[in-house]
T-cell receptor
Framework: GAVVSQHPSRVICKSGTSVKIECRSLDFQATTMFWYRQFPKQSLMLMATSNEGSKATYEQGVEKDKFLINHASLTLSTLTVTSAHPEDSSFYIC????????????FGPGTRLTVL | GQQVMQIPQYQHVQEGEDFTTYCNSSTTLSNIQWYKQRPGGHPVFLIQLVKSGEVKKQKRLTFQFGEAKKNSSLHITATQTTDVGTYFCAGPRIQGAQKLVFGQGTRLTINP
């Protein structure tokens, strides 16, 4: 168990468009989901923490109006990159925790965003 | 701020050689987790260590948590090509323990 899916896996878009990425926990309910960004050959940088039914909390330096997060249900969180620019090109990965007692995070397969 | 540092950044070994990556935290950790990310893939949870001085083994992988709970290591005995990837350690944030602070990762490449 503990499978997390992400969609789409790859997206190429023009500068100025918005892109929505979905993260789903397939076989468990995730009270908390996390959104990370990873540049090539670098570590994971936490962007925001998403709790079901409440507003996401963003890390310092992450623009909440640019990276819109919605955690509508216990199995779905979405990240929308609004008015994307080439510098937003990156690998976006979500993860989920099964419960408050489980520390481990289960990662989705990631979404590679390329903004032209 | 809270930092988790890993060394080395890269390691290239011959298949069959051993490999070790070290993780050091600027703060005492309640637990430490290790993840593996294959090239082009996503991080996959390997293990969590909680107790001071804890040692856990998974086949050829040995994980250790330091007595002061500020450092950890991952040792792979007799590497195989399937071990290729980047190994990350991660510890819970001091503030907001559900969040993880990841080390920079150690990228392991293997010559078959």
């Amino acid at each position: 168990g503990a499978v997390v899916s992400q969609h789409p896996s790859r997206v190429i878009c023009k500068s100025g468009t918005s892109v929505k990425i979905e993260c789903r926990s397939l076989d468990f309910q995730a009270t908390t989901m996390f959104w990370y960004r990873q540049f090539p050959k670098q570590s994971l940088m936490l962007m925001a923490t998403s709790n079901e039914g409440s507003k996401a909390t963003y890390e310092q330096g992450v623009e909440k109006d640019k990276f819109l997060i919605n955690h509508a249900s216990l199995t779905l969180s979405t990240l929308t990159v609004t008015s994307a620019h080439p510098e937003d090109s990156s690998f976006y990965i979500c993860s989920a925790r099964r419960g408050s007692r489980d520390n481990e995070q289960f990662f989705g397969p990631g979404t590679r965003l390329t903004v032209l | 701020g809270q930092q988790v540092m890993q060394i080395p950044q890269y390691q290239h070994v011959q298949e069959g050689e051993d490999f070790t990556t070290y993780c050091n935290s600027s703060t005492t950790l309640s637990n430490i987790q290790w993840y593996k990310q294959r090239p082009g893939g996503h991080p996959v949870f390997l293990i969590q260590l909680v107790k001071s001085g804890e040692v856990k083994k998974q086949k050829r992988l040995t994980f250790q948590f330091g007595e002061a709970k500020k450092n950890s290591s991952l040792h792979i005995t007799a590497t195989q090509t399937t071990d290729v990837g980047t190994y990350f350690c991660a510890g819970p944030r001091i503030q907001g323990a559900q969040k993880l602070v990841f080390g920079q990762g150690t990228r392991l490449t293997i010559n078959p």
